[in-house]
């Protein structure tokens, strides 16, 4: 079992910056695949940005390529999630997730473990 605790989430105006950060207890996040997933009002749960065990390999949503950077740091167990050139169709509560999967996968259902979510609001 693995707690997954999410922090950094405000407001901040269109094209500013905000670096989310998923902290974990219970076991070493190393074993797993990390994903952010991101629940706007309305609207399902979608997929953000994902990176593999050794951080080799990452995905990211369309709509947040070149925009956001995922990270992680095994040692300190901690994940994090770079957001710059904020929009305001980024506000979202957004979910730091652990999964089993061999790759990275972009599918909620490859993840196990879930945050409580941090609210992300910009303004525009």
């Known amino acids: 079992q693995v707690q997954l605790v999410e922090s950094g989430g405000g407001l901040v105006q269109a094209g500013g910056s905000l670096r989310l950060s998923c902290a974990a207890s219970?076991?070493?996040?190393?074993?797993?695949?990390m994903g952010w997933f991101r629940q706007a009002p309305g609207k399902e749960r979608e997929f953000v940005a994902g990176?593999?065990?050794?951080?080799?390999?990452?995905r990211y949503a369309d709509s947040v390529k070149g925009r956001f950077t995922i990270s992680r740091d095994n040692g300190k167990n901690t994940v994090s999630l770079q957001m710059i050139s904020l929009k305001p169709e980024d506000t979202a509560v957004y979910y730091c997730?652990?999964?089993?999967?061999?790759?990275?996968?972009?599918?909620?259902?490859?993840?196990?473990?879930w945050g409580q979510g941090t609210q992300v609001t910009v303004s525009s």
């Open positions: 997730a652990a999964g089993t999967t061999m790759l990275v996968t972009t599918n909620f259902e490859g993840y196990d473990y």
């Open positions: 219970g076991r070493t996040l190393r074993t797993y695949i």
């Open positions: 990176i593999s065990r050794s951080a080799g390999s990452t």
